[in-house]
């Protein structure tokens, strides 16, 4: 037996074993007297007919012994009884739930509860947990309308409400009900953000299926974007990577999809092989071999790269980083010369690249100051990166914020935002000891 339905059982139970005062007009009077005037009787009576079948001194013994058998006799004799009074009719579904609960009867178990809680007699310190349990109950049996209905309820009249609220959004969900979760989980998100707490994970992931089911495209992204942020994953980054950069309208692929390979390789663990294979290429055109090289060198650590394109293209990229290391200095003065900060740009990106972080900041920076760049914020996004890789985390992040172009690079720079704030950061930067 589950953990959970021990749990359920132990509230149950002591729920039956607060029995109802049964006063028996039959017994409260010594033999020979008359029965007391009605208007002197304290509380709701049951006959003497019906004490005898549901007398709690007989029925616990019987339930120990477990005689299932003679209990529902006696509960469905009583239940025969003529005319019963609402407070007899309660007593019986008492008898009735103490019965279900020890013989396993969820539906028998069920009827009862519901009796029980909607009958005027019911201890309003009960009511609780017995909402709860059968709301838990219907969510055994896979009733997860009747489950939602229950814990509505609850939410509506116990005074701690916020215990239902996560189960509630599950039933939902679980219903197909997806418009009435996304209603009910975003002010629990927003108040979750709001006191500085992070929202839990199966609510964003409910938000995200229930907007998924109602192809609500932003609200998805938005929930989407929430997981990387307090639960990143390498499924949830490559999802967010795909909507909200490549399938960006306005994205501009042959300028910046180097940069949008850049960023995956920071933010996950593993790329996909072709992943890997796209950014060494890239990078190679670009002229950043020793970024490819890395790459390449990354692929083959994760075991997926192998194969003879990819040891080739390793030993191209080998080559031209070794080359690249020898020559680069000879460039510095060119680069210093030219009309436009484009050299200076590239030269600074190739020295980070080879992990002299701040060599390369600085001619990063001159290139960015000298300006005539086709793209500045490009140029801006690379600055942020090698902050990144040198550790200056709260540059870096000030740097991407200044980042505001489109084609993709304000998209890119929000989401280096984003996985540099992460207290993990970022798995796959190589950032410099401090």
Do not use: C
Request: zero cysteines.
């Amino acid at each position: 037996m589950s953990q959970f339905r021990l749990a359920r059982l132990a509230v149950l139970l002591a729920a039956v074993g607060l029995a109802p005062a049964l006063t028996n007009t039959a017994l409260a009077q010594k033999k020979g007297d008359k029965p007391a005037p009605a208007a002197e009787q304290k509380g709701p009576t049951v006959r003497p007919e019906l004490y005898k079948l549901v007398d709690p001194a007989q029925i616990k013994p019987l339930v120990d012994a477990k005689n299932f058998t003679e209990v529902e006799n006696r509960t469905t004799q009583a239940a025969a009884l003529p005319n019963l009074t609402p407070y007899e009719t309660y007593v019986i579904h008492r008898t009735k739930l103490q019965l279900a609960v020890s013989s396993n009867n969820d539906a028998l178990t069920i009827s009862s509860l519901e009796a029980i809680i909607n009958s005027e007699f019911a201890p309003a310190a009960e009511k609780d947990n017995l909402m709860l349990a059968l709301a838990n109950l219907y969510d055994t049996a896979k009733n997860y309308p009747k489950e939602a209905e229950w814990l509505k309820r609850y939410m509506k009249e116990s005074a701690t409400p916020e215990k239902a609220r996560s189960n509630l959004i599950r039933a939902l969900y679980l219903s197909g009900d997806y418009a009435s979760t996304k209603t009910e989980v975003l002010p629990v998100i927003a108040e979750s953000e709001k006191s500085g707490v992070a929202p839990t994970d199966q609510d964003l992931r409910l938000l995200a299926s229930s907007a998924s089911k109602l192809k609500d495209d932003a609200t998805y992204l938005a929930a989407m974007e929430k997981l990387v942020a307090f639960y990143p994953t390498d499924d949830y980054w490559t999802d967010v990577i795909n909507r909200g950069i490549q399938r960006r309208p306005g994205f501009d692929g042959n300028a910046h999809l180097i940069e949008v390979y850049r960023f995956e390789f920071a933010a996950v663990k593993k790329m996909a092989p072709e992943d890997y294979m796209n950014l060494a290429e890239l990078a190679l055109q670009v002229g950043s071999p020793t970024e490819a090289k890395q790459a390449l060198d990354a692929g083959f650590a994760a075991g997926v790269l192998s194969d003879a394109k990819a040891r080739q293209l390793r030993d191209k990229a080998n080559k031209s980083a070794a080359d690249d290391a020898k020559n680069i200095a000879s460039g510095e003065a060119s680069a210093a010369k030219s009309k436009n900060g484009a050299g200076l740009v590239n030269i600074g990106w190739a020295y980070v690249t080879m992990g002299q972080y701040d060599k390369g900041i600085n001619f990063i920076e001159q290139g960015i100051a000298k300006g005539s760049l086709k793209q500045p914020d490009e140029a801006k996004l690379r600055l942020g990166m090698a902050l990144a890789k040198a550790g200056r985390k709260d540059d870096a992040i000030k740097t991407f914020q200044t980042v505001k172009a489109g084609g993709g690079l304000s998209d890119l720079a929000k989401y280096w935002i984003v996985l540099l704030n992460h207290p993990t950061g970022a798995p796959g930067l190589q950032v410099a000891a401090q």
